[in-house]
């Protein structure tokens, strides 16, 4: 079964970015953004994992890069054309994992 999933408007982007402060907006790509830096290698991966797993049940990947202890993730929603709910959720449950 597919699902349809509606790119955000510029009011719901918004909001949704308000209540995402340590994410930032990459308006090319109508998408959201965020580095993280961790003490080593082990602890970055350990959250790649944890996000992954979060991921494969939503059925929405992360694009992201891994250099050592430094995770840099982007989330946009291709099948939408740009920033859908189901990037502001996954950026929500990645700040869980965080801490935030």
Known sequence: MTRTIEQLSEAERADAL?????????EARDAITRSIVFTDFAEAFGFMTQVALLAERADHHPEWTNVWNRVEILLTTH???GLSALDVELATAI???LGG
């Open 79 to 81: 099948d939408a054309g």
């Open 95 to 97: 700040d869980s994992i």
């Open 18 to 26: 308000d209540t995402l402060p340590d994410w930032d907006y990459d």
